[in-house]
């Protein structure tokens, strides 16, 4: 079956009462999108900014009468457009750009319907929570993973998203895991991966008031500003010469999470992947490999 899209541009203040309109008038989703050149980097903690401008997209079924809601669109709304949509497999052209991809020289990632050779492997499609490998903080908490010796020791993903780290941690051979998040969604994401992917043992999710003990290996990879509140917390939870693992950073905020972490932490050299970096340190004299 065909579909009306309808895309309208409005200012981040309309876009609450926008919404309850359209789904009021039968839209079967409604997504956001920036209609400028104004990425949102770090938003404040507990919030969920908008940009100042927002392109609202609708979906309704192609016998959806629209003639009501377009002339009130029109006469308040800029940029108001209706399209026909042919129908076809939605789940297949969100995933036609994501490929297989090789981290190190051993573990892939994957989405469903593709085969990848033998060894360390996670299954894992878009959703919900963040975390596919396409973004370079992902990549480069991937390609360090992917060149440790994880055997005997327990790792915590802190931030875990959809748990492709954690994931991947397990498949690399970690002796345990521990999966956390803020996002109810994460947390909810993560344990669907893990039965998706056969995960068996030592691999737990949960949320972050629930974790106890220390770990050998701490994986962060959020924001500069929760990077920068959680440090007594991360720092905490190492084992003794426990490594930490820190990404979702900026190279123009490095020097300040070196400095806040550099009492306890010993770093060694940053891994920069576009304007990001990783950070890896250890509680000991040492830096981390």
């Not at 469903?112 to 992902?138: I, Q, R, W």
């Not at 994880?150 to 002796?175: F, P, Q």
């Not at 909810?188 to 056969?198: K, T, V």
Request: aromatic content about 8%.
């Amino acid at each position: 079956m065909p579909w009306q899209n309808l895309s309208v541009v409005v200012t981040s203040d309309a876009v609450e009462r926008l919404e309850v309109l359209l789904r009021s008038n039968g839209a079967v989703s409604v997504t956001m999108v920036d209609a400028g050149e104004n990425p949102i980097f770090e938003p404040d903690l507990g919030t969920t900014p908008l940009w100042a401008q927002v392109k609202l997209s609708a979906l309704f079924p192609i016998d959806t009468n629209l003639n009501d809601l377009e002339y009130t669109l029109r006469s308040n709304c800029e940029r108001f457009s209706v399209e026909t949509l042919a129908d076809q497999d939605w789940e297949r052209v969100w995933l036609k750009d994501f490929k297989p991809q090789c981290f190190g020289d051993r573990l892939w990632i994957y989405p469903s319907g593709f085969s990848v050779p033998d060894g360390p492997s996670v299954c894992l499609d878009p959703g919900l929570a963040f975390g596919t490998g396409d973004h370079p903080t992902t990549k480069l908490c991937l390609e360090w993973l992917s060149t440790q010796e994880l055997r005997d020791h327990d790792v915590l993903d802190y931030g875990c998203g959809s748990g492709i780290l954690s994931l991947a941690a397990h498949k690399l051979g970690a002796s345990s895991v521990t999966a956390t998040d803020i996002d109810p969604q994460a947390i909810q994401a993560c344990q669907l991966n893990a039965l998706r992917n056969d995960v068996s043992g030592a691999f737990n999710v949960c949320p972050p008031e629930s974790i106890g003990g220390q770990y050998d290996i701490v994986v962060a990879n959020i924001l500069f500003q929760p990077l920068v509140e959680l440090k007594a917390k991360l720092v905490g939870l190492l084992a003794p010469k426990g490594r930490l693992i820190l990404s979702g950073i900026l190279r123009s905020q490095m020097e300040v999470i070196v400095d806040r972490y550099g009492t306890d932490i010993t770093f060694s050299p940053a891994k920069e992947l576009d304007d990001w970096v990783l950070l890896t340190g250890s509680t000991g004299s040492t830096p981390a490999n």
